[in-house]
């Protein structure tokens, strides 16, 4: 059975920082391409940073300079520093998990960690 569980979300205030971590099973961790997505109350969904199975990694424009991915395939982890948080990141951070190669077809969610920024 293939699990997402994200932990880490809380409330913290402009400025602050947190880290939230997703812990993968049930899938081959390291064909996989992950993400971090965040949906905001009455807004799509959309990423926030991504790292493929090489390492290489990706962030969105509105996290440049705050947010870092990093993964550790002997761990089936993937992280997301965020650093410098605003109240507009305030959102629901989803992990996923999208497979590449043999597992190409294959495309995970997480159920979600609340992330709150307010003072």
């Known amino acids: 059975q293939v699990q997402l569980v994200e932990s880490g979300g809380g409330l913290v205030q402009p400025g602050g920082s947190l880290r939230l971590s997703c812990a993968a099973s049930g899938i081959a961790f390291r064909f996989y391409d992950m993400g971090w997505y965040r949906q905001a109350p009455g807004k799509q969904r959309e990423l926030a940073a991504s790292?493929?199975?090489?390492?290489?990694?990706n962030n969105a424009d509105f996290v440049k300079g705050r947010f870092t991915i990093s993964r550790d395939n002997a761990k089936n982890m993937v992280y997301l520093q965020m650093n410098i948080l605003k109240p507009e990141d305030t959102a629901v951070y989803f992990c996923n998990a999208r497979g590449t190669r043999l597992f190409s077809h294959n495309d995970y969610w997480g159920q979600g960690t609340q992330v709150t920024v307010s003072s």
């Open positions: 790292i493929v199975t090489d390492g290489s990694t």
